[in-house]
């Protein structure tokens, strides 16, 4: 019993860290965009809080059955706003891009897409070389711009991220160009625009 109350009052925690984070943020963008000051107006870039449902089940083997559903809270940004720092929030402390420590909702490249122990400080590169490997072979001339989809770090607890979504866009193409999908140990790429035999269907390809 003593482990399961320790395990409850764990997940009482973090739960009670997510949603006063998650507020806190709501409360500074709605705060920011209320200003009446012309000198205060800060024009944030277009960015959301996404509040959704994850659900698995598994069947077999019998003895292992299970099944599980949870909230889940997920940000969606704009890599080019994310990175330059324009949605940093309270001068960093309360959200900001770079690291995980000394703020409440924090995000890094670490952890995205492929494991580099850090040397690469930039999801978008990353998610440049990533594209490349799919045979998209000018990817950093062509994307104008990548929209992630994605669960932050809470005081410095940087969990398991079930899904991240990159939506990418083209420069010279209004419409959305690609999508990939990274589920831990395996992405996917839907490209949207179709595959050169078909270009009416999307053609997903997969890299481990």
Avoid at 69 to 75: G, R, V, W
Avoid at 150 to 178: H, Q
Wanted: glycine fraction near 8%; aromatic fraction near 12%; charged fraction near 20%.
């Amino acid at each position: 019993m003593g482990g399961e109350e320790s395990h409850f009052m764990e997940l009482t925690l973090l739960d009670g860290i997510i949603s006063l984070s998650c507020l806190a943020l709501s409360y500074v963008l709605y705060a920011s965009s209320r200003t009446s000051s012309p000198h205060n107006i800060r024009a944030f870039p277009r960015a959301y809080i996404l509040r959704s449902t994850t659900s698995h089940a598994r069947f077999l083997p019998a003895h292992s059955r299970h099944a599980f559903t949870y909230p889940i809270l997920s940000l969606l940004l704009p890599l080019s706003a994310l990175e330059s720092g324009r949605l940093s929030l309270l001068n960093g402390f309360l959200f900001s891009f770079g690291g995980i420590y000394g703020r409440i909702l924090g995000m890094r490249s670490a952890g995205y897409l492929y494991d580099d122990n850090g040397r690469e400080p930039s999801i978008r590169k990353k998610l440049v070389n990533a594209l490349r490997d799919f045979g998209l072979e000018h990817a950093e001339e062509q994307m104008d711009d990548a929209w992630i989809l994605t669960m932050p770090s809470y005081c410095g607890l940087e969990g398991i991220n079930p899904l991240t979504v990159y939506f990418c866009y083209r420069k010279d193409y209004p419409k959305l160009w690609a999508v990939v999908l990274e589920v831990s140990v395996f992405r996917v790429l839907i490209n949207l625009r179709g595959s050169p035999q078909n270009p009416r269907t999307p053609d997903p390809q997969y890299l481990r």
